[in-house]
């Protein structure tokens, strides 16, 4: 009987559900926004870096001769020039049904090819993915503008299901982001920040680090410091599959964690594609009342 019962509530929260929101919306433009930067700020020596196995830059082996790195390799400027009029549209809101699998494209394509490619660009990789099936059933013009009907019956299944396994994305990013501390010493004895802040490649800017100096030799503060950083991990993590309070402590969360992140690491492109798929996992979801046919915030 809990089966059926379990089964039956399913089958009503699908049918009531609807994904298309500020949350959705504002998400993809974040994600268009991060990989629009990488390519303006960014040259192709910078983004492609040769290597002994790569010595092109580019990893066009297997699948990713598809790719739109590889696919222009001839012509270079041509696929960057598409790739940012695709993400420069996508950015706008145009037609989220016909721009959803091109962003999904140029995104995968920079994360695949990319000898060195970052956590943001694979995480942009996987949530763009994860949108395509939410964002099909769209028929909007503008995904700024209001929804005025529910989605089609073949589509609601498929949204609902994107949203819960990209929820569990962020649960099992977060999760191993925090357990992973947890096993490293450093972490565990309080001194990783101190470390971290430190390096010359990620860490602080050699103004803000000379600073700061003697701050960083404190143990009791870079200690509780880099515990928080746990703690926060690992509380979105379980945060995030919970109701609407719950993701929206798991977003507060994530969003001081991460512009932290952004302002004291030097990593705003990191940023901006993590907080993009915690926008769309965290933001509030609507239904549609089955009697009046209105929408209304889920409980």
């Known amino acids: 009987m809990p089966v059926v019962i379990g089964a039956a509530a399913l089958t009503r929260a699908v049918a009531r559900f609807e994904p298309r929101g500020a949350g959705l919306s504002v998400g993809r433009a974040l994600l268009a926004a991060a990989q629009l930067a990488v390519l303006v700020f960014n040259q192709d020596a910078d983004l492609f870096v040769a290597t002994r196995e790569h010595p092109t830059g580019v990893d066009c082996g297997g699948v990713r001769a598809a790719a739109l790195p590889c696919a222009t390799a001839d012509a270079p400027l041509v696929g960057r020039i598409a790739a940012v009029a695709v993400l420069l549209v996508v950015a706008s809101g145009y ?156 977003f507060a969360l994530g969003l001081c964690l991460h512009l932290g992140i952004a302002l004291l690491m030097n990593l705003p492109l990191f940023t901006l594609a993590v907080l993009g798929m915690l926008v769309v996992g965290c933001a509030p979801t609507r239904r549609w009342d089955a009697g009046s046919g209105v929408l209304e915030r889920a409980r």
């Not at 949530?127 to 009907?149: F, K, S």
């Not at 602080?204 to 404190?218: G, K």
């Open 95 to 250: 037609r989220p049904r016909w721009t959803c699998v091109p962003h999904w494209y140029v995104t995968a394509g920079l994360a695949m090819t990319m000898p060195m490619a970052n956590g943001g660009d694979k995480i942009a990789q996987i949530a763009t993915m994860l949108l395509v099936p939410l964002c099909l059933g769209d028929d909007r013009v503008w995904q700024w503008g209001p929804v005025v009907r529910p989605l089609a019956a073949n589509w609601r299944g498929v949204a609902f299901a994107a949203l819960v396994v990209l929820r569990g994305q962020l649960c099992l990013v977060y999760a191993y982001a925090g357990l992973s501390k947890l096993g490293d010493p450093l972490w565990r004895q309080g001194s990783a920040m101190s470390v971290v802040f430190a390096d010359p490649y990620f860490g602080l800017a050699r103004e803000v680090h000379d600073l700061v100096a003697p701050a960083l030799s404190w143990y009791w503060p870079m200690a509780l410091l880099g515990w928080s950083v746990i703690a926060a991990q690992l509380v979105i993590a379980v945060a995030v599959l919970g109701g609407p309070r719950a993701r929206a402590l798991a």
